[in-house]
């Protein structure tokens, strides 16, 4: 799980799209994704050009849920938020073909729902209750 933070973390470095030859990283994208909303009536731009970062930032969630205690435990969280991220890829990929942005995320996101539900059907630790 924690390879899959770091991997959805990775791929807002990443190449997502290329535009006339250029590769555009997540975090690029994110810009001009908030400059397109800066045209779009009734949306706050620091709306829709943040959006992106959920990605980032929901990897770096996922590892501070993870090590907040020792040992290491999984919630249901990772489940959710990993199977989120997944499909986010998969679709952009879909849309856009495979690029390394989305198939990093991707499997991030599937590492992270992975960990999760083995971590929650794993052996319990007696601490936990």
Known sequence: MALGAVLVAASGFAAWVEVLGSELTGFRLA???GDF???VEGVPPEWVGAAWYVLPLSASGCWLALFRHR???VSSAHIW????VAVGGGLYMLWQGPQLGPLLAGGGGLLICG???IGRTGP???EQG
């Not at 938020?81 to 989120?84: D, E, T």
């Open 71 to 73: 040992p290491p435990t």
């Open 81 to 84: 938020v990993g199977a989120a």
């Open 124 to 126: 319990q630790n007696p």
């Open 37 to 39: 909303g800066g045209d």
């Open 115 to 117: 960990g999760g539900i």
């Open 31 to 33: 810009e001009l994704i």
